[in-house]
């Protein structure tokens, strides 16, 4: 994902950790949706067939949910024809079952939909003033429209038959459904069936319908049409070009591309772009300026392997899907004539010392009343970093290895931290805990001090609390103006580093490997 603009200062509350809660007795496995889409009425119409696994026994299936006099939400059996009870509160609903589901059996009933969403789902006319319908999920929003399990760690597949007028194109999560052929389509409407072969959280599943134009991109027989607005199809075509490209360096390091199409889609999205598995949306104005889209196209494609495939199961974990994106995306866009990885860094390390959150949250902060306040510099351009100190700390063949690893194993699954720093540990037969305590549990970063008295270099910390451990490369200039280079274990308040000769312009991490603030 990828915000509009700089990240925002945010003041958290501390709540209590059950802000977001998950449902462990119950296990959402499918949604099967079923929608007529009615851009000028501006209006939804059909059902959900829901299928639940019950972990325990069960009574009742709690659902994140909204409703209003607009937005009409009934529950019923499986086949539709008895109302079930169904309590409301603010945020969810609990559903009343007709018979009580024993342990391990699966749990079948169906949500009926009509009116105008509360949330998550909007028609929305765009910036040419053409109308169109679309899903905006990220982070609880899907509950707006769709009850749901509107939790993260929560993975379903999802499966969605949409009828809308002609003259409008329409994708949503999966692919085309060759059970389409003999369905009656109403007179002047499309419909179209799309089937997910992965299961996915909530916030991932992605609708789009509007008046769209598409553009083929070559090279990859799983790019489909992108669909982009009639207006800009000029300027996107000159942008969405590297595509296959990007799709194969990260396939070399990280395992098959997880989905069956990968297609971009543009729409009146309140994010830059968001990671929509396969069918990622990009802003109304990502196209405006020639080369600006391509950090924003390969950070969204970035996502598919890291944040989607594999996906962090509590909020507060997003840096394992942010922070992952905003590395690797410069290190694709590097690859095909964008700014170098060392350049990108920096300018994220500029970025995040300015920051609010760099100075007084940790990346894994738990304390924001609302999930879309875990999207700041700590998650994302912090996160970055962590992972590029990381990559110096166990050296490129080893990094890409595990990272390779944890890919494979984690692939279609929602994980934690701890996860990860496991599969790290054990790949590269390292002991990082502290590596990793420091980084992402601990705020700020270290704030370094210099000083040359005779033929010692003396490196000091003087941020508060304990002394982090890090790698740091010295570089100067020394007898006859040759250039001498030391890369230095800092363990300690004060490390002193001696050299012989001269030592003049001095340089601390000259090529960009370590984040920290210089001291004044």
């Known amino acids: 994902m990828i915000l509009f603009a700089a990240l925002a200062l945010v003041s958290f509350t501390p709540q209590g950790p059950a802000r977001f809660p998950g449902v462990p007795e119950q296990d959402a496995r499918h949604y099967d949706i079923n929608l007529h889409i009615d851009l000028q009425k501006r209006q939804l119409s059909g059902y959900v067939d829901y299928t639940f696994t019950a972990v325990e026994e069960l009574k009742t299936i709690r659902l994140d949910a909204q409703r209003s006099d607009a937005w009409q939400v009934?529950?019923?059996?499986?086949?539709?024809?008895?109302?079930?009870?169904?309590?409301?509160?603010?945020?969810?609903?609990?559903?009343?079952?007709?018979?009580?589901?024993?342990?391990?059996?699966?749990?079948?009933?169906?949500?009926?939909?009509?009116?105008?969403?509360?949330?998550?789902?909007?028609?929305?006319?765009?910036?040419?003033?053409?109308?169109?319908?679309?899903?905006?999920?990220?982070?609880?929003?899907?509950?707006?429209?769709?009850?749901?399990?509107?939790?993260?760690?929560?993975?379903?597949?999802f499966s969605v038959r949409m009828t809308y007028r002609e003259g409008n194109e329409a994708i949503a999560f999966g692919l085309a459904d060759s059970g389409l052929q003999g369905i009656e389509e109403p007179k002047g409407h499309r419909t179209q069936v799309l089937t997910g072969q992965s299961e996915i959280p909530p916030y991932m599943f992605a609708i789009v319908v509007g008046p769209l134009a598409r553009i083929r991109e070559a090279g990859d027989k799983r790019l489909v049409d992108?669909?982009?607005?009639?207006?800009?199809?000029?300027?996107?075509?000159?942008?969405?070009?590297?595509?296959?490209?990007?799709?194969?360096?990260?396939?070399?390091?990280?395992?098959?591309?997880?989905?069956?199409?990968?297609?971009?889609?543009?729409?009146?999205?309140?994010?830059g772009g968001f990671e929509a598995p396969g069918n990622v949306q990009l802003a109304e104005r990502l196209f405006d300026n020639p080369g600006r889209s391509q950090g924003t196209l390969a950070h969204e494609l970035v996502h598919m392997w890291f944040g989607d495939a594999v996906g962090y199961s509590e909020w507060r974990e997003v840096w394992l899907s942010e922070g992952f994106a905003s590395y690797f995306g410069p290190w694709l866009h590097a690859q095909t004539g964008g700014p170098t990885l060392q350049k990108s860094m920096g300018s994220l390390r500029t970025r995040w010392a300015k920051s609010f959150e760099g100075r007084t949250k940790s990346i894994r902060d738990d304390s924001f009343p609302h999930p879309d306040q875990a999207l700041n510099s700590n998650t994302y351009p912090k996160g970055a970093w962590v992972l590029h100190m990381l990559r110096g700390e166990v050296g490129d063949d080893v990094f890409f290895s595990a990272l390779k690893t944890y890919v494979a194993e984690c692939r279609g699954s929602s994980v934690i931290t701890e996860d990860f720093v496991t599969l790290i540990e054990r790949t590269t037969k390292t002991e990082l805990s502290w590596f990793f305590d420091?980084?992402?549990?601990?705020?700020?970063?270290?704030?370094?001090?210099?000083?040359?008295?005779?033929?010692?270099?003396?490196?000091?910390?003087?941020?508060?609390?304990?002394?982090?451990?890090?790698?740091?490369?010295?570089?100067?200039?020394?007898?006859?103006?040759?250039?001498?280079?030391?890369?230095?274990?800092?363990?300690?308040?004060?490390?002193?580093?001696?050299?012989?000769?001269?030592?003049?312009?001095?340089?601390?991490?000259?090529?960009?490997?370590?984040?920290?603030?210089a001291a004044k």
């Open 74 to 157: 009934t529950f019923l059996d499986a086949k539709g024809t008895s109302e079930l009870k169904s309590d409301w509160g603010k945020d969810h609903v609990v559903v009343t079952l007709p018979t009580t589901a024993k342990k391990g059996s699966d749990v079948r009933f169906r949500a009926r939909l009509r009116g105008t969403p509360v949330d998550g789902f909007y028609f929305k006319k765009n910036r040419y003033g053409d109308l169109m319908a679309f899903t905006d999920h990220y982070s609880i929003r899907a509950r707006g429209w769709l009850p749901c399990e509107d939790h993260p760690g929560d993975r379903a597949k």
């Open 226 to 271: 992108h669909l982009v607005y009639k207006q800009d199809v000029a300027k996107a075509k000159a942008e969405l070009v590297n595509h296959a490209a990007w799709i194969a360096a990260m396939e070399q390091k990280f395992g098959s591309y997880p989905y069956g199409k990968y297609m971009t889609v543009q729409c009146p999205t309140r994010w």
């Open 438 to 517: 420091q980084w992402l549990d601990g705020i700020g970063c270290p704030e370094l001090k210099r000083s040359i008295t005779k033929q010692t270099i003396t490196i000091e910390q003087v941020q508060k609390g304990a002394p982090y451990k890090f790698w740091l490369r010295l570089r100067w200039q020394g007898d006859g103006g040759k250039l001498v280079e030391k890369r230095v274990r800092i363990d300690a308040a004060k490390v002193s580093v001696p050299f012989q000769g001269a030592c003049h312009d001095l340089q601390l991490d000259p090529d960009v490997e370590l984040l920290f603030r």
